[in-house]
């Protein structure tokens, strides 16, 4: 079955960065745009960025675009979120979500569309 593995969480100081992991296993990993979410402490669920299958396009939220980078390497079925000067307002639970349905076609991203989340992994920012 689909599952999907984070890690790379913890606590980082205000200008910090984090490089988040997402190993996934179970399905034809190319074949599959995946995304990064986050929920803050009393917050409802935010979408964070998005990646084609293929690598060929990537989406950020207004929150963090220009500091975070994501990326994929399907050699190693592995998505990653580079998060550089961090904020405190980006404190939260990080998941990894696989969309529902394989080859996206448009670079428009709803956590309505996702299929499979893994468990999140926590990051904290912190002085």
């Known amino acids: 079955q689909v599952q999907l593995v984070e890690s790379g969480g913890g606590l980082a100081q205000p200008g910090g960065s984090l490089r988040l992991s997402c190993a996934a296993s179970?399905?034809?990993?190319?074949?599959?745009?995946m995304s990064w979410a986050r929920q803050a402490p009393g917050k409802g669920l935010e979408w964070v960025s998005g990646i084609f299958g293929d690598g060929s396009e990537t989406a950020y939220a207004d929150s963090v675009k220009g500091r975070f980078t994501i990326s994929r390497d399907n050699a190693k079925n592995t998505v990653y979120l580079q998060m550089n000067s961090l904020k405190p307002e980006d404190t939260g639970l990080y998941f990894c979500?696989?969309?529902?349905?394989?080859?996206?076609?448009?670079?428009?991203?709803?956590?309505?569309?996702?299929?499979?989340w893994g468990q999140g992994t926590q990051v904290t920012v912190s002085s």
């Open positions: 179970g399905f034809l990993f190319e074949s599959y745009a």
């Open positions: 979500a696989r969309d529902r349905n394989p080859f996206r076609l448009y670079n428009d991203y709803d956590v309505a569309q996702f299929g499979s």
